[in-house]
């Protein structure tokens, strides 16, 4: 088995300061209405802060080939079941329910 690089401390220390930096614009921009911008953007630092632990704290950084290899299978497999569950949803047609019981207000 290959030897694993030994990192600094210092570099997980900054991994650690840019999560709380980047939790923090979280909970920030959470309290913006920024339209349709919202969703793009949290999406985009949650998937950040995810990229920070895996390659870091789960040092996928210095991994070998094959395991990346797998972590690229399953994050393909995932957007896979993920486009197919929204092609599904968009693609469908919507029928309206049937008008249900009146409140009540008819009735004599």
Same mark, same amino acid.
Request: hydrophobic letters at 55%.
């Given at each position: ?35 349709? #911008? ?5 999406? *985009? ?5 995810? /990229? %920070? =632990?895996? @390659? ?9 080939? #094959? ?5 690229? *299978? ?5 957007? /896979? %079941? =993920?486009? @197919? ?24």
């Amino acid at each position: 088995m290959a030897h694993s690089p030994i990192v600094p401390q210092r570099v997980y220390w900054l991994v650690f300061t840019t999560l709380l930096l980047l939790t923090l614009v979280t909970v920030d921009v959470a309290f913006y209405d920024l339209g349709w #911008l919202n969703i793009y953007l949290a999406l *985009a630092l949650a998937t950040t802060k995810a /990229l %920070l =632990v895996v @390659l870091y704290f789960m040092h996928l950084k210095y991994s070998a080939r #094959l395991i990346w290899g797998f972590v690229g *299978a399953a994050l393909f497999w995932f957007l /896979l %079941l =993920v486009g @197919l569950t929204g092609a599904d949803i968009f693609t469908r047609d919507w029928v309206p329910e049937p008008p249900g019981w009146t409140s009540g207000e008819n009735v004599p």
